[in-house]
């Protein structure tokens, strides 16, 4: 039997007494990376946050399997980059969930922090302020920062917003090395072209959930001009693009 690393059931979320998800249920197994898609003011943000309880819910519950450490990288547009704080400051910060707020850092996270931001090419700019560094630039380190905290599961909101073709790529790279690891990924994604190649799994919404299961199957059925009120057509270049690149 499949093991499940969050279940959402009849999830409803409102903002101003008004609905923007309706009755969301869907089961996100481990070790997979899986895609929250859908047309913009869908709800993928909202859901994404109420998974992590950063928004409340009106009904409904999300479980997350309580074995599993959560790490959360917000989308870049959400963080005010006004802090004063370097790189390796941001990075260092994922230490606190294990040692507290209390105790300060070691040599031994201090390391940590520094193979973090090497690994993900980010090393030499150690010592630059956070808002100094492009869009690509600080997705990298809030990706450092992630694996400083050493998560069974990342929930990502956009990650691929904003960055360069080559941070795109450096990003999926990491997060298919943590599936190998076993661990699983949540990622709220835009781009349609690049499901299959990047996601084993997704969940097609737009307020409420159209579809879910492998991004292949999703992708081919009439679903997708259901929740994106048929602005993609099953006979348009676009789905024509989209299909071949699941075939």
Not at 104 to 119: D, I, T
Not at 177 to 202: N, Q
């Amino acid at each position: 039997m499949e093991k499940i690393a969050v279940e959402v059931k009849n999830l409803v979320v409102s903002y101003k007494e008004i609905p923007v998800l309706w009755d969301i249920n869907l089961k996100i197994p481990k070790g997979c990376l899986f895609a929250i898609v859908g047309p913009n003011g869908a709800g993928k943000t909202t859901l994404l946050k109420a998974m992590l309880d950063l928004i409340k819910a009106d009904a409904g519950f999300v479980n997350i399997d309580k074995t599993l450490k959560v790490s959360y990288v917000p989308q870049n547009s959400s963080v005010s980059w006004d802090f004063p704080a370097t790189c390796f400051d941001v990075v260092l910060m994922g230490s606190y969930r294990s040692l507290g707020w209390i105790k300060r850092p070691g040599r031994k996270e201090k390391n940590n922090a520094a193979a973090c931001l090497e690994k993900m090419g980010m090393l030499e700019f150690k010592d630059r302020q956070i808002n100094e560094l492009s869009g690509g630039q600080k997705q990298r380190v809030f990706l450092a920062r992630a694996l400083m905290e050493e998560g069974d599961i990342f929930f990502l909101d956009e990650p691929f917003r904003g960055v360069d073709v080559v941070t795109e790529k450096e990003i999926i790279r990491l997060l298919k090395s943590f599936k190998e690891e076993g661990k699983t990924a949540v990622l709220v994604h835009h781009d349609l072209s690049t499901l299959c190649e990047y996601f084993d799994y997704m969940a097609l919404i737009n307020k409420s959930l159209i579809a879910q299961g492998p991004c292949s199957e999703v992708l081919l059925s009439e679903k997708l001009t259901q929740a994106y009120n048929g602005k993609i057509s099953p006979f348009g270049v676009g789905y024509a693009n989209i299909a071949s690149n699941v075939r």
